[in-house]
């Protein structure tokens, strides 16, 4: 195979993919693949990589929330899993730091990954209120208003009525820490968060996600680690970075 | 691959050669069926079959005038055969199916497959570093093209699409291997 044919061919099997081709070139393309079977191989390799990037896309979206019942045997299956990994930890630990650390970690983490305020009105108006001013608060981080955002968030913080608003409001402030680079800030919400029973499970899977990212970007491999460790034991849409992360960080360790 | 051996065997009346080629296309050309005209995999197997009937005649009659020309002329062939097959099935509900008129998947997402994808799940677990920061990239980032990938590891966006182009060799390389 011609490395320059191939590149071409590389470039149209991308568009294809990505649905820019017309029908006639959607057929030349077929054709290339009959005359070369391994092009063929090349294009289906490619396409399953595709819908594993977009199912890892649009999976937080698919997870339900659980009963109660399941949070609680989710947060204990949690605190035994902390157990081993601090023992895995603690033989693992090291002191020394590595410098390239923070470029492992996400740049920023997008808004769309904030938690939003429930559409379900309630009984109680005081609830509904808190509801619609988390949105506004999401709202705001959207429009890229960061400061305005963060200073609704804080002011929310006094008025919350339950633990489950608390633990959402302190995942979004998490995530506008971490854009505006306050990394120890982002560092105490995430914890903060995964330390609640009254986050979703879809929530918590990104919390600890994020909390890795964070310790990355404060140069804690450990924590990110322990971190990752977690991440993985969820089994949700990270799983698979957290896999990769993992094995890169591990042998960086050796 | 020159499909003008195809044409040679079958006037040699060499049909050891001629169903080893065949047999070579057919699955390509049922995933053609399946990926552009949303055929069902036992469809496009007939499809592909009642094609191949068709064809050989012409060929032994001499009627393909361009044996470079035998591919392509297979490709219509099969989605044609595809359509009459369709076109049997549905007889008694309409008179008449134009092929325009049947709705053609614009990508090639029926062709899937769970096990290829828990193996290739597999392969970028064993990937070098050097291209896992890559899938890192593309999985942070879904939409990225390759403009974005070059300016994200600072490099020229034909290097981009080489990086790319690799990765997804040795992705390929390692799941043929598990599936071997």
């Not at chain 1, 991308?14 to 693949?33: P, V």
């Not at chain 1, 410098?99 to 429930?118: Q, R």
């Amino acid at each position: 195979m011609k490395n320059k044919e191939a590149i071409e061919v590389s470039k149209r099997i991308d568009a294809y993919i990505r649905g820019k081709l017309s029908k006639s070139e959607i057929d030349e393309l077929w054709l290339l693949f009959l005359k070369n079977p391994v092009y063929y191989e090349l294009f289906e390799t490619e396409l399953h990589l595709k819908n594993l990037i977009q199912k890892h896309r649009y999976s937080g979206g698919l997870i339900t929330p659980k009963s109660d019942g399941y949070k609680k045997m989710i947060y204990w299956s949690l605190a035994a899993a902390a157990t081993v990994i601090f023992i895995l930890t603690f033989q693992y630990y090291f002191t020394d730091q590595n410098p390239e650390l923070d470029s492992l970690a996400l740049t920023s983490i997008t808004y769309h990954e904030m938690a939003d305020g429930s559409t379900e009105r309630s009984d109680d108006e005081l609830t509904t209120d808190v509801e619609t001013d988390i949105n506004r608060a999401v709202a705001a981080a959207y429009m890229l208003k960061e400061d305005e955002s963060i200073e609704l968030f804080r002011e929310l913080m006094d008025s919350v009525v339950s633990e489950s608003q608390r633990v959402r409001i302190q995942f979004n402030m998490a995530i506008l820490y971490y854009n505006l680079s306050e990394y120890e800030s982002a560092r105490d919400s995430f914890i903060s968060v995964t330390n609640s029973e009254a986050i979703d499970e879809i929530y918590l899977e990104r919390a600890w996600w994020f909390l890795a990212n964070t310790y990355l970007k404060l140069n804690n491999q450990t924590e990110a680690m322990e971190a990752i460790l977690m991440v993985k034991f969820l089994n949700g849409r990270n799983y698979i970075q957290a896999s990769m992360l993992y094995e890169t960080l591990e042998q960086w360790q050796m | 691959m020159d499909y003008s051996e195809l044409v040679e065997a079958i006037n040699d009346e060499d049909m050891r050669t001629a169903n080893r080629l065949c047999g070579d296309i057919l699955p390509i050309l049922k995933k053609y069926l399946i990926a552009t005209v949303g055929a069902k995999p036992e469809d496009a197997e007939d499809a592909v079959q009642r094609m191949f009937e068709y064809v050989i005649p012409k060929i032994q009659n001499n009627e393909i005038k361009s044996p470079s020309g035998l591919l392509a002329y297979m490709l219509t062939a099969a989605r044609h055969s595809y359509y009459k097959i369709k076109k049997e099935y549905n007889s008694n509900k309409f008179d008449l199916i134009d092929e325009n008129l049947v709705a053609e998947p614009e990508q090639p997402w029926g062709l899937l497959d769970k096990e290829q994808e828990t193996i290739l799940f597999q392969c970028i677990k064993e990937l070098k570093n050097h291209y896992k920061k890559l899938i890192r990239f593309l999985f942070d980032h879904p939409n990225a093209v390759s403009e974005d990938i070059a300016e994200y590891f600072d490099i020229s966006v034909s290097n981009a699409w080489i990086r790319k182009h690799r990765m997804i060799q040795k992705l390929n390389e390692c799941v043929r291997k598990k599936f071997e």
